[in-house]
């Protein structure tokens, strides 16, 4: 179905465009549908760019901007002059699409493209849109959509319907409203087709339709319609007026950016980046994270320090350093990516913070055994050196059960603060169970070198 | 909108349900989405459920059916007889929906549920869903879709439509096919609304039209409609026959599971668990990683091991054995986590395994440069150990761009002999790491130690 976007292909667009052979170059875009040749953007020069989304038909081209990356169309954008913003782009969009693209421009730029949109309802559906926070329903909703009133005919409802539609790629359903525009319910276009001429919306539509708020978060938004496997959710104000509708495609974006960054974070990198982004970028969102690793490395440093004569008299006690600190992190990262992704899909269930505690308990009662036992009889027949061996084992685990219950206790205690419990996970929960596990490992030396030797 | 489901209320259900009070169980249910009815499985005893389930309307009762956990169900279904399984739940849900439960049941259950379905067509449907893959557009498409030939005019489209209808819940797409079943393309209903009734199908529908093959792999099915917008994707045949139709709703899963399983790989686990399974499934689910960490951590013993004699002499290079090993697994991590994600989201890019391992370089230098920079300031200023301030700095130069490469070049490479690349992340990265980024550091030692003593 799709071409091949082969570099060969790239190459051939790039020449057509730099010796301006437009027709060569508008013919290859035909087949492409505009994620495609968002797609390309990256191999073009800004130059060539500008010149092909000029050429394309402006509904298209308008499609392709929306399919940008956020921070190449913003590069895009600066180098255009309002009036080509708005004319070209702005005037060809649905509202969200719309308001999203506007939403990343600079105030004085703003303020230029909405004056030069031609038609003022739709610059009007903006500037409500731009009020309202990126991260709520309202920043989600767009405001097109089919609204009948409940005392219409079928009739009149077809031919309002047959209006409102010229604004919309695609009905997905009908909203019916009072007089005063509070949502009432939905219309299937199942039951219109269904229905004869003669029948009044009010009979037919139903009643039962979830909504949410313009200021519900956009997380639960994601979370309700994937629950209720709903293709689009209206948006009401706080007193039912229908504001909007929300339709799944952008719910999919929420959906997948959210557990992408659970585990960006949990990778211990900060800010969203691709591979494709700049090595300046990819250092910086890195960064943060590898300065408290560093800097939790010389806090361990110091711990360990403490210890140094027993190092010098007993220097296999270090062979087990990195076992110690390395079994300290897995067992603590698993158990907060458990809760973290519990949380993130809303399925921690009813039981409560105790019961989750005892049940991480078990599993890591269960888990120390075996691994300690494991790790008990390498050491008794391998290093026949008994201080060493019970230590070792004995220090795992403790070290285990220790690092289950901050890995659980943590992202718990994160969520509860409305901190992101993400935060939890990565090289901050890896840094903590090392400096916690080696002090517990030469502690437990100390003690267990007195009783064996 | 939807009642909290809070500890009184599934209390009081409980007692209704135990008491045989059925009229006020049914009306505790009546405002509960299928989906919110599912929730309260766990807090239910299977006879509660098995009697909850029988008493709610058939309809009802299968979509709570199809929102269970898969493994709820299979405990659920265990212990009905299968006539109830077909009449109470198989009759009443789409075709992908029953194939799905039916395909989790036992191989002689399955012939038996089977058998005893009503509708011939149905069972015919469900036995042809079977046969496909469970992870390929086959095994997750829907056979229900409305289905018009190109050569019908605008008033037999819509009879023929209201006939198919009765089978679906909601209509998205009107798919066109040829008298040979071939998909020719989509008629939308905004299309066959704004329609008069004498125009024929074949000169109002939009020929161009987006298609999987039933082979497809279910995340190129994700991603194809995740990168288009699409809310339904119709399959066909390799001979392009339309066989069926996936709504987005049920790729939302993919994604979500696909997002969940890398998370939960890199975390070290290696089913999908949540924090309500049992703590066996959960202690099952994560031991194998830790165990695999647990032998790194024994390898890279005997690897420190081979440094005896330099930890005796100069115990203060113990001290910063979990800053080099935490290092080398976090940078390691961070590179790994940006590859999974390009290929997981299919956005890496053109760019060549060798540029990607050049910027991977560029960025590593730059942050490996800040880093080593920073411990060694407070090295030398804090220890005045010469030989240990250039020993640790510059091992952890290099380290960082050993593991930084290495991060880099793993997942790409298993990726290549199509391994799931998000294995790389996680524990199994970090044991490699430690062990190389310590044998460097401990090497190191003795030749910065030889040159500073």
């Given at each position: 179905m799709s071409t091949k976007l082969t570099r060969k292909y790239i190459d051939d667009l790039k020449s057509h465009l730099d010796e301006r052979n437009d027709s060569d170059a508008l013919a290859m875009m035909e087949e492409l549908h505009p994620a495609d040749i968002a797609g390309i953007y990256e191999s073009l020069s800004l130059e060539e760019a500008t010149h092909l989304y000029l050429l394309l038909d402006p509904e298209k081209a308008s499609d392709v901007l929306v399919e940008l990356e956020e921070d190449d169309r913003e590069a895009f954008l600066k180098a255009l002059p309002s009036e080509v913003i708005a004319s070209q782009f702005i005037d060809h969009m649905e509202s969200d699409d719309a308001a999203d693209v506007i939403g990343d421009l600079t105030e004085d730029k703003k303020q230029e493209v909405l004056l030069h949109i031609d038609d003022v309802e739709q610059a009007g559906d903006i500037v409500d849109l731009l009020?309202?926070?990126?991260?709520t329903a309202g920043g989600l909703m767009a405001k097109e959509l089919i609204r009948v009133n409940e005392n219409w005919g079928v009739a009149t409802c077809i031919r309002e319907m047959r209006k409102q539609a010229?604004?919309?790629?695609?009905?997905?359903y009908i909203y019916v409203v009072s007089d005063e525009n509070v949502l009432l319910g939905i219309l299937s276009l199942k039951a219109l087709l269904l229905a004869s001429a003669s029948t009044r919306v009010k009979d037919i539509y139903a009643a039962e339709v979830r909504s949410v708020q313009t200021d519900t978060d956009s997380e639960e938004v994601a979370q309700i319609m994937e629950k209720y496997d709903l293709i689009v959710l209206p948006v009401t104000d706080s007193i039912g007026r229908l504001m909007g509708r929300i339709t799944i495609d952008d719910v999919v974006d929420v959906i997948r950016d959210e557990a992408e960054k659970d585990y960006q974070l949990a990778s211990g990198i900060t800010t969203d980046v691709e591979?494709?982004?700049?090595p300046a970028r990819l250092s910086r969102a890195r960064l943060p994270w590898l300065i408290i690793g560093l800097l939790g490395g010389i806090v361990v440093a110091a711990v360990i320090g403490r210890f140094e004569e027993d190092i010098q008299i007993?220097?296999?006690?270090?062979?087990f350093i990195p076992l110690i600190a390395a079994m300290a992190g897995n067992v603590g990262i698993q158990s907060s990516a458990i809760i973290v992704q519990g949380i993130a899909s809303n399925s921690l269930g009813l039981e409560s913070t105790y019961r989750k505690l005892g049940k991480e308990l078990i599993v890591s009662l269960m888990n120390g055994i075996i691994l300690s036992g494991i790790l008990f009889l390498y050491n008794y027949f391998i290093s026949h050196n008994l201080a060493l061996t019970f230590t070792v084992s004995t220090s795992l685990f403790v070290v285990i059960i220790f690092a289950a219950l901050f890995g659980t206790l943590i992202p718990l205690l994160l969520d509860r603060v409305k901190?992101?419990?993400?935060?939890?996970?990565?090289?901050f929960i890896t840094t903590m169970n090392d400096i916690m596990g080696l002090f517990i490992y030469f502690l437990m030396g100390r003690i267990l070198y007195d009783i064996f030797i």
């Open positions: 009020s309202y926070d990126e991260d010229e604004d919309l790629d695609e009905i997905y591979t494709t982004d700049s007993n220097p296999e006690m270090a062979f901190i992101d419990p993400a935060l939890a996970t990565g090289p």
